[in-house]
């Protein structure tokens, strides 16, 4: 008899297929972005990208060498990394030898399922295909489901100050590339 508790073929995280993603992808970035921002606050997860948020995402991904990486399963996107070098934002040192990973979000409805860990995996080997020697990231020090997403990836706490972000306290992260 077909056991029903089993998710369909199409959402098992061996389906999970990734593409590169430009900025006509933007308004569905900006809608995943919004619902994992939302259930991290534990608020209603909205149905629409709101403009601010698609504008934020195709202000992103239009700065010189950027990337994007979206997640697929079963046809629809679920969650997306965005990053460009770190010359183009405040780290402790900004470098052309460096990677900066900008946005990380998936679907809350797919959360704990490897979408995040297959994006991470994607920004680390754009980032060491293109030569760069580290990637790094900022994650708000309350966020652990990110921060042991990044720790069980390899990444490390830098030993500097914390900033102050709109989203709270934050850390900054280095993967160091071979
Ligand atoms: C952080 C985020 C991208 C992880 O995506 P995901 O698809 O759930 O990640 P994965 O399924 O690949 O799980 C990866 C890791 O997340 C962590 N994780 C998963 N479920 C977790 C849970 N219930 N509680 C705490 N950590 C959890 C684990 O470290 C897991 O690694 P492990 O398998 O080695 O234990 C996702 O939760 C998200 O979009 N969060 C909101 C936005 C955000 O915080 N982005 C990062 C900003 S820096």
Redesign the pocket.
């Known amino acids: 008899m077909y056991d029903l508790r089993l998710k369909p073929m199409e959402n098992h995280p061996a389906f999970i297929k990734i593409n590169q993603a430009g900025i006509a992808e933007a308004a569905d970035m900006a809608l ?2 919004e619902r ?2 939302a ?2 606050a534990s608020q209603p997860l909205p149905q629409q990208p709101g403009e601010e948020e698609v504008l934020c995402l195709e202000r992103r991904m239009s700065i010189h060498n950027s990337w994007a990486f979206a997640a697929y399963l079963g046809g629809r996107m679920t ?1 997306f990394v965005v990053g460009h070098p770190s010359i183009f934002e405040s780290t402790v040192d900004q470098s052309f030898d460096k990677e900066y ?1 900008a ?6 409805e ?11 995996n994607s920004a680390n080997d754009h980032a060491n295909k293109i030569g760069k020697k580290s990637i790094e ?4 020090s309350n ?4 921060k ?6 390899g990444y490390r706490l830098v030993d500097k100050p914390q900033r102050q972000t709109r989203h709270g306290l934050s850390d900054l992260y280095r993967l160091d590339l071979s």
């Open positions: 995943i972005m994992a921002t259930e991290r969650g990973l946005l990380l979000m998936v679907d809350p797919h959360w704990g399922s490897g979408v995040g860990t297959k994006l991470l990231l900022w994650t708000v966020n652990h489901r990110a042991s997403l990044y720790k069980n990836r």
